[in-house]
C-alpha cells in the first residue's frame, strides 16, 4: 500500500517537472492570434427543476434500497441537498475564462478535474479509463427506455412525446413508475435516471430525452460519465459567457461541491483523507454555510483569491 503512494507521489512529481519545462521551452498555450478575454458581466440563468418529488422519495426508501442505490449509482442522492447558491455561482461564472477552460481568480487557477468529480459522486462502478461515448448501432429511444424502466412496449408508446428533433418521455410518467414499479432494482434505476436528467443534466426542465437516455443505457457496462459531465459544464460556460448571457445547463450542484472542497475547512482540518468510505459529498451537504453573501461580495472575495486560500486535495 505505501508503495503505491509512494509510486503516484514520485508520477506526481515527474508530471510536474515536465509541465514545468514545456511551459519555460513553448511559453502560452492558446493559439497564434487568439486573444484571452473576460467580458465585463455575464448575465446567467441557473433556472432548475423543481426536486422537492425526488427528495420525498428518496426520504421514503429504507436503508436497504438507500444502499442498493448507493452500491450502484454513488452518491447521487446528496445532490438533492446541495443548495444552488445562485449568488456565489453567478459571481463564478464572471472568472470563467474561455481561453484557457478554467476560472482565474486573482492569481489562481481552477478548474474541476475527471478525478475530482469522480471523487465527488463516490460510484464504485466508475472504471476512470471507460469513458462514454455515443455508439454507432444504439437502441431506439423506445427499446433503451423499455429495458431501463422494465415495462411493455404499450406503455412507453402511450407517454412518448415529440419536442422538436427529439423524442422524450414527461418526468411525471417517471415518478408515477417509480412510485408503483414492484421491481425494487427498477425502481432504483429509474431514480437514478431522474437525477442523471433533472440534475446532471438539465437541459430539458421536466423531460426525458434521448441524449440523457443513450448515456444512462451505457453506465451497466461500468462506463464513466464525468468526462462527459464536465464536457457539458465546460460547454455552457464557454458559450454564456461568450454571448454575455445565458441558461447554465450543466450540474450546478456539482460545479458548487467542487468549489467548496477547495475552499473550506472542516473542523479547522483543511482536507480529509480520501478512502473508499469517505463521501465527499455527504460531508459538503452536512457542512453549514452562510446564505447572507451578496453577489458584488463574492466576486470581491474571488477576484482576491489567494494561492494559501485555496486547499489542493489529492485525487
Not at 452500491?71 to 445562485?86: A, F, Q, R, S, T
Not at 477552460?101 to 463516490?122: M, N, Q, W
Not at 471507460?130 to 437502441?139: D, H, I, S, T
Request: glycine share 2%; with cysteine; net charge positive.
Amino acid at each position: 500500500m505505501e508503495n503505491k503512494f509512494l509510486d503516484k507521489v514520485e508520477d506526481n512529481a515527474v508530471v510536474r517537472i515536465w509541465l514545468e519545462k514545456t511551459q519555460l521551452e513553448k511559453g502560452d498555450s492558446l493559439a497564434e492570434g487568439y486573444t484571452s478575454k473576460l467580458w465585463d458581466f455575464t448575465r446567467i440563468s441557473v433556472a432548475h427543476n423543481n426536486l422537492q418529488e425526488l427528495k420525498e422519495i428518496w426520504v421514503q426508501w429504507d436503508d436497504e434500497v438507500k444502499q442498493l442505490f448507493y452500491c450502484n449509482y454513488g452518491d447521487l442522492p446528496y445532490l438533492l441537498d446541495i443548495k444552488v447558491e445562485k449568488h456565489l455561482f453567478r459571481a463564478l461564472t464572471q472568472y470563467w475564462n474561455p481561453a484557457y477552460i478554467c476560472f482565474s481568480f486573482g492569481k489562481v487557477d481552477l478548474v474541476p478535474t475527471v478525478e475530482e468529480y469522480t471523487a465527488l459522486l463516490h460510484c464504485p462502478k466508475i472504471q476512470i479509463d471507460k469513458a462514454y461515448f455515443r455508439a454507432v448501432n444504439v437502441l431506439t429511444f423506445l427499446k433503451k427506455l423499455m429495458n431501463i424502466t422494465g415495462t411493455r412496449e404499450q406503455w412507453v408508446v402511450a407517454r412518448i412525446k415529440q419536442k422538436g428533433d427529439s423524442k422524450c418521455i414527461p418526468w411525471r410518467n417517471l415518478r408515477d413508475l417509480i412510485l408503483a414499479h414492484l421491481d425494487v432494482k427498477k425502481r432504483v434505476d429509474v431514480f437514478a435516471l431522474s437525477i442523471y436528467r433533472l440534475i446532471v443534466f438539465p437541459k430539458a426542465l421536466r423531460y426525458m430525452d434521448e441524449s440523457v437516455l443513450d448515456l444512462f443505457d451505457r453506465l451497466d457496462k461500468r462506463v464513466t460519465p464525468i468526462p462527459t459531465i464536465l464536457a457539458e459544464t465546460f460547454r455552457s460556460l464557454n458559450a454564456c459567457q461568450r454571448a454575455g448571457e445565458g441558461r447554465f445547463i450543466g450540474c450546478v450542484q456539482l460545479l458548487l461541491a467542487w468549489f467548496h472542497s477547495h475552499i473550506w475547512k472542516v473542523d479547522k482540518v483543511s482536507y480529509r483523507v480520501f478512502s473508499e468510505n469517505y463521501s465527499p459529498l455527504k460531508e459538503i451537504v452536512a457542512t453549514p454555510r452562510r446564505d447572507d453573501i451578496s453577489e458584488e461580495k463574492w466576486i470581491a472575495i474571488l477576484q482576491n483569491l489567494q494561492e494559501q486560500d485555496v486547499k489542493w486535495r489529492a485525487p
